[in-house]
């Protein structure tokens, strides 16, 4: 019984981290386009915080993890609220109770492509998995 309940924990860890990963990348894709969307670069925003470019991409891809802290200044920084890094995420429910995959997050990117073309290639793409043998098990 014991291996039994350790098993499960385990299982509960790595659905925890897992949504922690969605949550970070979600909100490195918000400093991303916010950054952009005040011209700044990687090097800009590192020079203000006194840490490398690399850090910047890393906090960018979700590889790192921003800390509360760090977070407050970028907000500061770009001029916005904390609590914009976080919209568009699904509601904390959602996340909690593991019904929010990276589709969930990544489609809502997609559908701001600014070329047609790749948006439409992408849905082709994608509705030609679905209707392949590759989803089978």
């Known amino acids: 019984m014991a291996r039994?309940?350790?098993?499960?924990?385990?299982?509960?860890?790595?659905?925890?981290?897992?949504k922690a990963d969605l949550?970070?990348?979600?909100?490195g894709r918000r400093?991303?386009?916010r950054r952009r969307a005040l011209d700044l670069s990687q090097q800009d925003i590192a020079n203000i915080l006194?840490?490398?470019?690399?850090?910047?991409q890393k906090?960018?891809?979700?590889?790192?993890?921003?800390?509360?802290?760090?977070?407050y200044l970028l907000g500061h920084i770009m001029k916005t609220d904390v609590s914009y890094f976080y919209e568009g995420l699904p509601d904390g429910?959602?996340?909690?109770?593991?019904?929010?995959?990276?589709?969930?997050?990544?489609?809502?990117?997609?559908?701001t492509l600014p070329n047609a073309n790749v948006r439409d290639a992408l849905s082709d793409l994608?509705?030609?998995?679905?209707e392949s043998k590759m989803l089978t098990p």
């Open 23 to 27: 949550i970070d990348k979600h909100v």
């Open 93 to 111: 429910d959602s996340i909690l109770s593991g019904r929010i995959t990276d589709m969930d997050l990544i489609i809502p990117e997609l559908e």
């Open 126 to 130: 994608v509705r030609a998995i679905k």
């Open 59 to 71: 906090y960018e891809s979700g590889q790192n993890r921003v800390s509360a802290g760090r977070l």
């Open 50 to 56: 006194n840490i490398s470019y690399q850090q910047v």
């Open 31 to 33: 400093l991303r386009d």
């Open 4 to 18: 039994q309940n350790d098993k499960n924990e385990d299982n509960m860890d790595l659905l925890s981290a897992r």
